[in-house]
């Protein structure tokens, strides 16, 4: 009897877990262009918040749509995405916008040293603050 039960828990438990990682895969994905910004910030200060004090900044930033300002200190394509690295004061960091696939192909119109604002999802922070699905706003 006692088998019986343990082996239906684990069909109810993968069946939640199969639904659950469908629902997920199948997420629906935020237009960063078109979605309005919930928060607007300088290169500087993002990162300086997330410095100071990782938990409350992932609090405040992390899965959000946020608008950063900075300077662009290097541009690259990886895996066929375009990268901006947004500098800050702070010479460990800095903030690292991953583009979307229409904005990589702007990217060559902006140079280093020129000031930009990009709109991106932030997922967090590992010495430099991380922005996906990003899009050059300017």
């Given at each position: 009897?006692?088998?019986?039960?343990?082996?239906?828990?684990?069909?109810?438990?993968?069946?939640?877990?199969?639904?659950?990682?469908?629902?997920?895969?199948?997420?629906?994905?935020?237009?960063?262009?078109?979605?309005?910004?919930?928060?607007?910030?300088?290169?500087?200060?993002?990162?300086?918040?997330?410095?100071?004090?990782?938990?409350?900044?992932?609090?405040?930033?992390?899965?959000k749509?946020?608008?950063?300002?900075?300077?662009i200190?290097?541009?690259?394509?990886?895996?066929?995405?375009?990268?901006?690295?947004?500098?800050?004061?702070?010479?460990?960091?800095?903030?690292?916008?991953?583009?979307?696939?229409?904005?990589?192909?702007?990217m060559?119109?902006?140079?280093?040293?020129?000031?930009?604002?990009?709109?991106?999802?932030?997922?967090?922070?590992?010495?430099?603050?991380?922005?996906?699905?990003?899009?050059?706003?300017?």
């Amino acid at each position: 009897m006692n088998r019986k039960k343990i082996i239906l828990v684990f069909i109810i438990l993968g069946t939640f877990g199969g639904f659950f990682g469908y629902k997920m895969y199948n997420k629906p994905h935020i237009d960063v262009l078109k979605s309005s910004t919930e928060i607007s910030i300088s290169a500087n200060k993002i990162l300086d918040e997330f410095s100071k004090d990782e938990t409350a900044a992932n609090k405040k930033y992390l899965e959000k749509v946020i608008l950063v300002k900075g300077e662009i200190s290097e541009t690259k394509i990886e895996r066929e995405k375009g990268v901006i690295t947004l500098k800050t004061n702070d010479n460990f960091g800095n903030i690292l916008c991953h583009l979307s696939t229409e904005a990589t192909k702007k990217m060559s119109t902006f140079k280093i040293g020129e000031i930009v604002s990009i709109k991106g999802i932030c997922t967090g922070f590992l010495m430099d603050v991380i922005l996906v699905k990003s899009e050059i706003i300017n």
